[in-house]
């Protein structure tokens, strides 16, 4: 499975961006999927996953309420809707895929395949 992320760009705190990954192949309805972000000189970090079904979404404490992940398996691509951005959002952010089931969140080691990542940045 190859997956490209896009929608990534420069917006003021408090603004918003839809980001989108989209999957290659035929089988993206079988995988869970999970975004995560990750800063310079930080760890790579879970911000959001739901599975194949939709049926379970989880979500960092620190976009709880902010963030929106969604899918659409028709189109084999995956969103996260982010609104009420802050600084602190800033990041590279990845969607990823994985076969094994999690419930609401999602270990980095337990993904299978990665995109490239796509830039946030949030100005205050």
């Known amino acids: 499975v190859e997956l490209a992320e896009s929608g990534g760009g420069s917006v003021q705190a408090g603004g918003s961006l839809r980001l989108s990954c989209v999957a290659s192949g035929r089988t993206f309805s079988t995988y869970a999927m999970g975004w995560f972000r990750q800063t310079p000189g930080k760890e790579r970090e879970f911000v959001a996953g739901?599975?194949?079904?939709?049926?379970?979404?989880g979500y960092a404490d620190s976009v709880k309420g902010r963030f929106t992940i969604s899918r659409d398996n028709g189109k084999n691509t995956g969103y996260l809707e982010m609104n009420s951005l802050k600084p602190e959002d800033t990041a590279v952010y990845y969607c990823?895929?994985?076969?094994?089931?999690?419930?609401?969140?999602?270990?980095?080691?337990?993904?299978?395949?990665w995109g490239k990542g796509t830039l946030v940045t949030v100005s205050s």
């Open positions: 739901i599975n194949w079904s939709t049926t379970y979404t």
């Open positions: 990823a895929v994985t076969r094994r089931y999690y419930r609401t969140s999602y270990p980095i080691a337990g993904m299978d395949y």
